[in-house]
């Protein structure tokens, strides 16, 4: 029998996600990277896996891995989806899931509309906790990137991102800018890279240009930290609706950085399957 899997999305941003705990999966940075092939694999953008807890507080562990291989500490989107699958296959019947992941523990709820709300936690800015190696804590830093100096923000989200300010997502350097900043030596674990138009003080245009996958429809965390970001600089308020290529979610946010940040949203599901035993 080969692996069973199944295949989710938030909002165009796609997942296999699989249950290790009822099989052994321990996959390398290689095997990752194989499933991730668009065409000669499954074909995502994150690899999701349920696996038991390590603590006494949590009903699961949450761990994610990028298409290209590197595991990271946390997937707003494939947040959404792991609710989704733990609850849709009875493996909790509990409407408040509590998970562990690799940057702390987060709360899913799973909403009477099907969508899911996440407690994403406090951000946090301090250059260290990205990291970002700048001398100290600003809300905006100056970046020389491909010879041109581009004014961002940066939060960790467990995961680290940076912003950029755009006045119009359609023609945002993404492609650019979104690579050469993801490998920039002052982030040396990399970054995932927003580019944010402010429509309005409820409404953010964002494209994101994620850390280990590239251009993707929707980022969960990248939605989270844009509109941290520029709350932050006075630009919205406490409640935005963040407009991704693939769809929209609600981020709510007080600005007191004690404060977690709130994050709603659709999971779908796409289908379910079973590798073939070469894999
Ligand atoms: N798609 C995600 C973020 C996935 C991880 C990210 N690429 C990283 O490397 O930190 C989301 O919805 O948040």
């Given at each position: 029998m080969g692996l069973k899997f199944a295949k989710m999305h938030g909002l165009g941003n796609d997942f296999m996600v699989v249950d290790a705990i009822s099989q052994s999966f321990a996959p390398d940075a290689q095997t990752v990277r194989r499933l991730a092939d668009r065409h000669f694999g499954v074909g995502f953008d994150q690899l999701l896996l349920v696996e038991k807890p390590t603590r006494e507080d949590v009903l699961?562990?949450?761990?994610?891995?990028?298409?290209?291989?590197?595991?990271?500490?946390?997937?707003?989107?494939?947040?959404?989806?792991?609710?989704?699958?733990?609850?849709?296959?009875?493996?909790?019947?509990?409407?408040?899931?509590?998970?562990?992941?690799?940057?702390?523990?987060?709360?899913?709820?799973?909403?009477?509309?099907g969508w899911v709300r996440v407690n994403m936690g406090q951000p946090r800015f301090a250059p260290h906790a990205l990291p970002f190696d700048v001398p100290t804590e600003q809300a905006r830093y100056d970046l020389e990137v491909l010879g041109?100096?581009?004014?961002?923000?940066?939060?960790?989200?467990?995961?680290?991102?940076?912003?950029?300010?755009?006045?119009?997502?359609?023609?945002?350097?993404?492609?650019?800018?979104?690579?050469?900043?993801?490998?920039?030596?002052?982030?040396?674990?990399?970054?995932?890279?927003?580019?944010?138009?402010?429509?309005?003080?409820?409404?953010?245009?964002?494209?994101?240009y994620e850390r280990g996958a590239g251009e993707t429809l929707a980022c969960g965390t990248g939605a989270t930290a844009a509109m941290v970001m520029l709350r932050r600089w006075g630009l919205v308020d406490d409640e935005v609706t963040v407009s991704l290529p693939?769809?929209?979610?609600?981020?709510?946010?007080?600005?007191?950085?004690?404060?977690?940040?709130?994050?709603?949203?659709?999971?779908?599901?796409?289908?379910?399957g079973e590798l073939c035993d070469a894999n």
């Amino acid at each position: 029998m080969g692996l069973k899997f199944a295949k989710m999305h938030g909002l165009g941003n796609d997942f296999m996600v699989v249950d290790a705990i009822s099989q052994s999966f321990a996959p390398d940075a290689q095997t990752v990277r194989r499933l991730a092939d668009r065409h000669f694999g499954v074909g995502f953008d994150q690899l999701l896996l349920v696996e038991k807890p390590t603590r006494e507080d949590v009903l699961f562990r949450y761990r994610i891995f990028n298409a290209d291989g590197s595991e990271v500490q946390n997937c707003g989107n494939g947040a959404r989806c792991f609710a989704r699958f733990v609850y849709d296959r009875g493996l909790t019947d509990q409407r408040e899931i509590p998970v562990e992941t690799a940057a702390g523990k987060l709360v899913l709820y799973i909403e009477d509309d099907g969508w899911v709300r996440v407690n994403m936690g406090q951000p946090r800015f301090a250059p260290h906790a990205l990291p970002f190696d700048v001398p100290t804590e600003q809300a905006r830093y100056d970046l020389e990137v491909l010879g041109q100096t581009v004014e961002i923000g940066a939060v960790s989200l467990g995961n680290p991102h940076a912003m950029l300010r755009v006045s119009s997502v359609n023609d945002a350097p993404v492609e650019q800018l979104g690579p050469a900043i993801e490998s920039h030596p002052q982030f040396p674990e990399r970054v995932n890279v927003g580019f944010a138009e402010v429509v309005d003080r409820q409404h953010v245009k964002l494209r994101v240009y994620e850390r280990g996958a590239g251009e993707t429809l929707a980022c969960g965390t990248g939605a989270t930290a844009a509109m941290v970001m520029l709350r932050r600089w006075g630009l919205v308020d406490d409640e935005v609706t963040v407009s991704l290529p693939g769809g929209d979610l609600r981020i709510r946010w007080s600005g007191d950085p004690q404060e977690p940040v709130w994050m709603s949203g659709p999971a779908e599901w796409v289908f379910t399957g079973e590798l073939c035993d070469a894999n």
